[in-house]
């Protein structure tokens, strides 16, 4: 258990559905995060939120909307997603700083039907 | 180019080998350099930092190399539970984390 906690573990969702994932951390820390794994890919960094103000957005499509109501809490709604979605979205939190470790989340596999 | 480059494997080695993995990095102003493990089906995890001066930890040598841009790992005397992807991660500043598509370790007994 890494403290840091993320529903559904599995979702399966058709394309005009709007579904949302939950990333809860126990840890006390100022960062958070969203990455998407796929297959023979890196990961890649979706958003980063800093004490619940969003610092990073790379380039993710719109489909892709995050929230970040206080530094425990981080959610990614997501609305009209299409296939080439379907990976593991992983959330992770950290404190801060350059040595900074990354503390993830289990995950949630998601297929877009 | 990639901002972080790895040999995806797969290494396949016996129980007790010695395997190295390198990782290279595009970005000169890269800072903080990492590994991480990632197990089958399961989140990546912190292995070690990977420091100026290189660092050990039991099995495990990490070395950076800023000239050349490029991270390796040493393992020694491999154990079946070494099995797994090691991600290779980049943090250029702040919160700017670029890992590696990972490499794969299979030990065999």
């Known amino acids: 258990e890494t403290g840091v906690t993320q529903t559904p573990r599995h979702l399966v969702m058709g394309m005009t559905n709007k579904k949302s994932l939950k990333c809860e951390q126990h840890?006390?820390?100022?960062?958070m995060y969203w990455y998407k794994q796929s297959a023979k890919k890196p990961l890649e960094l979706m958003f980063v939120?800093?004490?619940?103000?969003?610092?990073e957005n790379n380039s993710v499509p719109s489909r892709f909307s995050p929230e970040c109501p206080n530094s425990s809490h981080l959610f990614l709604h997501l609305h009209t997603l299409q296939p080439e979605d379907s990976a593991l979205y992983l959330c992770?939190?950290?404190?801060?700083?350059?040595?900074?470790?990354?503390?993830f989340g289990a995950g949630t596999r998601l297929s877009v039907l | 180019r990639k901002e972080v480059e790895q040999d995806p494997g797969p290494f396949n080695v016996p129980e007790g080998a010695t395997v190295a993995f390198n990782c290279t990095y595009s970005?000169?102003?890269?800072?903080?350099f990492f590994w991480y493990r990632q197990d089958c089906r399961k989140e990546p995890k912190l292995l070690m930092s990977?420091?100026?001066s290189g660092n050990e930890d039991g099995r495990f040598t990490a070395q950076l190399n800023r000239a050349s841009q490029y991270i390796s790992l040493l393992i020694r005397d491999s154990k079946l539970s070494d099995s797994a992807t090691y991600l290779c991660?980049?943090?250029?500043?702040?919160?700017?984390?670029?890992f590696g598509t990972g490499t794969s370790l299979t030990v065999i007994p």
């Open positions: 992770a939190s950290s404190q801060g700083g350059l040595w900074d470790i990354q503390y």
């Open positions: 840890l006390g820390h100022n960062a």
């Open positions: 939120y800093n004490f619940k103000e969003q610092t």
């Open positions: 970005n000169s102003a890269s800072q903080s």
């Open positions: 990977v420091y100026s």
């Open positions: 991660v980049v943090n250029r500043s702040g919160n700017q984390f670029y």
